[in-house]
């Protein structure tokens, strides 16, 4: 039988040590201790972090993968999903980040490594490049995604991933804010939704 992998996609200007990713982790380290669970601290250029997450994937080519991704890594997600055709969740995710983003084009720094960057122009234009068309009512593939949004999300607007998704598996919770409040009681409907054995 395949293993299982999962590749957790954090958020711009995140890392593998937000709440949400730790949470995910010890969640699936105590419940599903065989699945194998991957959080990279993602790069900063959208053209690289592409780049590596697909040489994640493809090192275990034969494996069962399934992807998580919270606002930008929901974005990557997306575009994951669509290219190697396995399942999903998306947690408040970005639905045009080359729109939001263009307003921290400069220096940026990561407040969990301390790692100084620029986010500029061409980003915006290689992420715009990546977008993807919304899954269709007809199309099989609608049934990769499990979407969860909260409308208070205060970064994004939650409308937009709403309608984008809107024939896929979706949460809208009401009130909350971009980190989802109460994440972590949405994990055991995640393992449904992946079929973690």
Not at 13 to 31: D, G, I, M, V, W
Not at 105 to 127: A, C, K, R, S
Not at 135 to 159: A, C, F
Not at 179 to 197: G, M, R, V
Request: hydrophobic letters at 35%; a negative charge.
């Amino acid at each position: 039988m395949a293993q299982q992998h999962i590749l957790y996609i954090h958020g711009f200007n995140s890392s593998p040590l937000s709440n949400k990713a730790e949470q995910t982790k010890a969640y699936f380290a105590k419940y599903y201790p065989k699945v194998i669970f991957h959080c990279p601290q993602v790069a900063t250029t959208p053209i690289e972090a592409i780049k590596q997450l697909e040489a994640i994937i493809e090192q275990s080519p034969n494996e069962s993968w399934s992807l998580m991704g919270s606002s930008l890594g929901g974005y990557f997600s997306n575009y994951l999903c669509e290219k190697y055709n396995i399942p999903a969740v998306l947690i408040n995710p970005a639905v045009k980040p080359y729109q939001l983003l263009s307003d921290y084009i400069g220096e940026q720094i990561n407040p969990y490594t301390e790692d100084v960057y620029f986010v500029t122009e061409q980003h915006m234009h290689q992420l715009e490049a990546i977008e993807q068309n919304a899954p269709s009512k007809e199309s099989e593939r609608k049934n990769n995604y499990l979407v969860m949004v909260q409308t208070g999300d205060e970064v994004l607007d939650y409308q937009q991933a709403a309608t984008k998704y809107q024939h896929c598996q979706l949460i809208v919770e009401q009130g909350g804010d971009h980190s989802f409040i109460n994440y972590e009681q949405q994990l055991p409907a995640i393992a449904e939704f992946l079929q973690l054995k």
